[in-house]
């Protein structure tokens, strides 16, 4: 007998990270899998940058007196954490990453409709992305994420036309991202896949992208025209020139409301897979939450004037954006039900991306509740621009949509790479993440509420022990959101291999090898059944 | 009609059908993306115009009618040449779409320099707005953000007529004879993308010069 045929290793089967190791066929790439692994990598980037300018932040306000950074620095902090968290980490985060890498593979095809320009939206967001790190390090902006005029178009001393190029370019990747997505779902579905048979998490992204397409080019001329002021002092929205700042803010929350919902639509999505697997049941009242999604992107559009209760807008506007905004929470309550429902009677497992789920629905139900106590003319005068609203966003964007993607990269990391994760460490984790979230971000409700100010770095005595409270919690919440990076890298290692479907989860992408094949599908599956046939017997199982 | 078997199919697509919808629709939703993006120019010159009709209706005297018309019609005239170059494409008229497809960037090429034209006589008379804004009239104040809006308006219409022509002249070096087979839909989304452009500029002509020619 040939002794190397005794110990020769089983050469791995052919996947899309080993079929070319070239550094040209990864920039060159035009597979989805690929393209998505390259946003997972920079968006973790810019997810730690964020991170630092929120580590600074905190650290300025655990005592009442300004003596970190002064006033400048900080208004610069806290505007290039917003600018870099909101437009290259949350709006990119699940789409560009999951949405890129999934939706090929649960439609069963062999790629997006327009894999070039996939490529290309990576480029694109790179390119933004170029440019905010170029802001960053000649000293960054000072002008809130908002870019509020006339602020922004006219006395700000900072690099408000280098910033504001930076989202405008990104914003055309989310723009060809949108159209992708949309090409994709409507005309690349396997045999057999029809609407209602599609996985919840593409109907979220078939809104999301709707969101996208429509919306991302508002803010695009919007932010044009901020420039253009500035350059050549055009006067749109400049008062000494007739110009009316509040248009700004009208246009910049047309396109900015929604986005709220580019940032927790593709997360909900996300929730929907996981609470159905860990469950071992369908989705309860599938065919609402598919049009629960529609309806926040329609609705989504219609609220914008809810963030400008106090600028002075007709009272009358103000009542009709305020019931449209109660009105929003009417489909996500129904996911949030139906979620629950799912879960009654299920055959629940406490996996890891079950713990972000179930930490999915609890902090989204808090984070959108608060929103309706911002919602109320009345009461949104007290708390406005107050840390209870930055309790309130944080509660969506990083109770909602970081848990979910949080979830999303365990449930789909073994899809991904082939490789399991130490689910003991990753529990650990997710505790350590649930505790430090909640410690960091509950107190700002009781500072807001209390009428302790956003934006500023220096604040009254009596607000310090809560502050103090909030800063420790981020600290545990940073260490546990390095503890992630440390596991699933170690798992390409020493991971246990997680063969096609570790998790007996339904739906096209377990079919297939893991990591799969750089064409997805060797022959192209018809599909029998909706999504989540996980059926009675097997929750007798359980 | 070219032969079907011959036009190329992407490794992703099943058939021709998938592949021609798949474009079609990607660049009407694309299409939807440009709609928003000049309704934001379009919103903000409805406020002004409600607050200061006067003004607008001052500062729209100062265009040039004559140059733009002439411009109109060359767009629509080059509308109909890029319609044709669709058409020679479907037939598989190489020498068709080149031909078409040059005539498109001819009539582009005029309507911009046409406009390049109007450009500087605003700028000899004062009415660029910024520090040398030197506008004659009874609403002097208010017209500045006339002129803003349509140099921003016509500025965006002006950009993307820019990228339509540079699209075009790849799109034709694409389909010279002895290259390989193209694929139609090329021709086609980009078609679609010219009649867009075209229809912006239907819109800004009246808003922007016919106001108040009535009277
Ligand atoms: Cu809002």
New interface residues.
């Given amino acids: 007998m040939n002794p190397l045929t005794v110990t020769a290793v089983p050469k791995p089967k052919r996947n899309f990270w080993n079929h070319d190791f070239s550094v040209k066929s990864w920039l060159l790439t035009e597979d989805h899998k690929r393209i998505g692994i390259l946003y997972l990598l920079s968006i973790t980037l810019f997810f730690f940058l964020g991170g630092v300018m929120a580590v600074l932040i905190r650290l300025e306000l655990l005592t009442p007196a300004g003596d970190l950074v002064q006033a400048e620095t900080y208004n610069k902090l806290f505007t290039m954490h917003g600018v870099v968290m909101v437009f290259f980490f949350l709006l990119p985060s699940i789409p560009a990453v999951f949405g890129n890498f999934l939706l090929p593979l649960m439609l069963g095809a062999r790629d997006l409709a327009f894999p070039k320009l996939n490529l290309l939206s990576w480029y694109i967001y790179m390119v933004g992305g170029v440019f905010t790190l170029f802001v960053v390090f000649k000293g960054g902006v000072d002008t809130g994420w908002t870019f509020y005029t006339p602020y922004s178009s006219t006395y700000a001393n900072s690099h408000v036309i280098a910033a504001a190029l930076g989202i405008f370019i990104t914003g055309f990747s989310s723009i060809l991202t949108g159209v992708n997505f949309i090409a994709t779902i409507h005309k690349m579905r396997a045999p057999g896949l029809t609407w209602f048979r599609l996985p919840l998490f593409v109907w979220s992204h078939y809104a999301t992208s709707l969101i996208m397409v429509l919306g991302t080019p508002v803010v695009a001329i919007t932010i044009v025209l901020v420039a253009l002021e500035r350059l050549f002092r055009l006067g749109v929205f400049d008062p000494e020139l007739g110009g009316d700042p509040l248009l700004f803010q009208h246009l910049f929350w047309f396109y900015s409301h929604p986005a709220v919902y580019i940032m927790i639509l593709p997360g909900m999505g996300v929730i929907s897979e996981i609470i159905a697997c860990f469950s071992r049941k369908r989705i309860f009242g599938y065919r609402f939450v598919a049009f629960s999604s529609m309806a926040i992107a329609a609705l989504g559009f219609l609220v914008w004037g809810h963030h400008m209760f106090t600028t002075g807008q007709s009272v009358f506007a103000s009542l009709v954006f305020s019931l449209l905004t109660f009105l929003v929470a009417i489909p996500s309550a129904i996911k949030v039900f139906n979620w629950t429902a799912t879960l009654y009677k299920g055959s629940i497992s406490f996996s890891t991306p079950m713990l972000y789920a179930l930490g999915f629905i609890g902090l989204f139900a808090i984070g959108g509740l608060t929103g309706l106590f911002l919602g109320c003319l009345g009461l949104d005068i007290h708390v406005h621009d107050t840390y209870f609203i930055v309790a309130h966003f944080h509660y969506v964007m990083v109770g909602g949509m970081v848990m979910a993607f949080l979830g999303a990269i365990h449930f789909w990391w073994p899809k991904m790479t082939g490789f399991m994760y130490s689910e003991f460490l990753a529990k650990i984790a997710a505790a350590i993440i649930f505790v430090g979230f909640n410690m960091t971000f509950f107190p700002q409700f009781v500072l807001g509420y209390l009428g302790m100010p956003r934006r500023y770095h220096v604040y009254p005595e009596e607000f310090q022990v809560l502050n103090v409270l909030s800063t420790a919690g981020a600290s545990i919440l940073g260490f546990g959101f390095l503890l992630p990076a440390f596991y699933l890298i170690y798992s390409l290692k020493a991971g246990r291999r997680a063969g096609p479907d570790p998790w007996q989860a339904k739906g096209l992408e377990w079919t297939v090898d893991s990591p799969p094949h750089p064409h997805n599908f060797e022959t192209v599956p018809v599909v029998t059944e909706g999504a989540y046939e996980y059926g009675p017997e097997e929750v007798k199982r359980g | 009609m070219a032969d079907p078997s011959t036009i190329p199919l ?3 697509f ?1 058939d021709q059908e ?1 592949q021609h ?3 079609a ?2 660049m009407w ?2 299409l ?3 709609v ?6 379009f ?2 010159y409805l ?2 115009r409600n ?2 009709p006067e003004a607008f209706l001052e500062a729209s005297g100062k265009l040039d009618v004559t140059l733009g018309t002439l411009n109109t019609a060359v767009l629509i005239g080059s509308s109909l040449t890029m319609a044709l170059a669709v058409r020679a494409a479907h037939m598989g008229s190489r020498g068709g779409v080149v031909r078409w497809l040059l005539a498109t960037i001819i009539a582009a090429g005029i309507f911009l320099g046409v406009k390049a034209v109007e450009y500087s006589h605003k700028f000899h008379d004062g009415l660029v ?3 040398n804004y030197a506008f004659k009239g009874t609403a002097s ?2 017209t ?2 006339f002129f ?2 349509y ?2 308006a016509t500025g ?1 219409h002006a950009l993307h007529m820019v990228i339509g022509v540079g699209l075009m002249a790849v799109v034709a070096w694409r389909w010279r004879p002895n290259n390989v087979v193209q694929h139609p839909d090329g021709v086609e989304v980009l078609g679609l993308y010219w009649h867009f452009v075209d229809l912006v500029w239907i819109f800004l002509f009246p808003l922007l010069y016919l106001l108040g020619r009535h009277v």
């Fill in positions: 992407a490794h992703h099943e998938q919808e798949t474009t629709i990607g939703a694309f939807l993306s440009e928003m993006f000049f309704g934001g120019l919103t903000a406020v002004y607050r200061y707005p910024g520090a104040a208010d500045e953000l803003a809006l140099f921003g965006m």
